[in-house]
Nanobody
């Protein structure tokens, strides 16, 4: 398994930008999908964006594509989520999760389903004030 830790987050006014980062460590971590989920009280996890660390391919929630960008650093041990034009409804706890890339080779396995991930960070809060 891999270990994940989120940093960044905080408070921003609506229309502003914020970046959250996920540090990834552990054996074979570069053969994993890392996905950002978000959750609000009383709701389930919503898949925001995912990246295949090995080849850099990405997936996005259709509703967030264009405002959010997922990327990785050259060392492939940090996954960033850049969030622009933030809205009040983007306020949530953002958590990164990881699963072996091979798991998603089956096209029927969706990247945005939380149950498909076993390694999780602690989560970090994003507050958007209007």
């Amino acid at each position: 398994q891999v270990q994940l830790e989120e940093t960044g987050g905080g408070s921003v006014q609506a229309g502003g930008s914020l970046r959250v980062s996920c540090s990834v460590s552990g054996n074979g971590h570069n053969q994993y999908y890392v996905t950002w989920f978000r959750q609000t009280p009383g709701s389930g996890y919503e898949g925001v964006a995912a990246i295949d660390i090995e080849d850099g391919s990405t997936h996005y929630s259709d509703s967030l594509k264009g405002r959010f960008t997922i990327s990785q650093n050259d060392a492939k041990n940090q996954i960033d989520l850049q969030m622009n034009s933030l809205k009040a409804e983007d306020a949530a706890t953002y958590t990164c999760a990881a699963a072996p890339s091979a798991f998603f080779a089956n096209v029927r396995v969706r990247w945005d389903i939380a149950a498909n991930y076993r390694s999780w960070g602690q989560g970090i809060q994003v507050i958007v004030s209007s």
